[in-house]
């Protein structure tokens, strides 16, 4: 089993920058992809950003430029960076790790962008 702990939400003002972490309570290096989703209220949910096991980098295109994925092996982390936040980036965001058909989900982080 995986445990995933998303921390670093908040509420921030329009243009302002937010660090999002999520830590996993083992080893990340074996998985899949790691990824960030969020669900404003309402909405489906949503892929904001993924990191292949490869390196590769995927994002939602309401994000690109602005959002940046990344991850430490040793401290068994991903995080999201999120520059120039919108009122619309408002949502929970949810860290998610896949190892072959099984994914796994955190609890989430509200992040809330104020206009």
């Known amino acids: 089993q995986l445990q995933l702990v998303e921390s670093g939400g908040g509420l921030v003002q329009a243009g302002g920058s937010l660090r999002l972490s999520c830590a996993a309570s083992?080893?990340?290096?074996?998985?899949?992809?790691m990824g960030w989703y969020r669900q404003a209220p309402g909405k489906q949910r949503e892929l904001v950003a993924a990191?292949?096991?490869?390196?590769?980098?995927n994002y939602a295109d309401s994000v690109k430029g602005r959002f940046t994925i990344s991850r430490d092996n040793a401290k068994n982390t991903v995080y999201l960076q999120m520059n120039s936040l919108k009122p619309e980036d408002t949502a929970v965001y949810h860290c998610?790790?896949?190892?072959?058909?099984?994914?796994?989900w955190g609890q989430g982080t509200q992040v809330t962008v104020s206009s």
């Open positions: 998610s790790a896949e190892s072959g058909l099984t994914r796994y």
């Open positions: 083992r080893t990340i290096f074996s998985f899949n992809a």
């Open positions: 990191l292949t096991i490869g390196g590769s980098t």
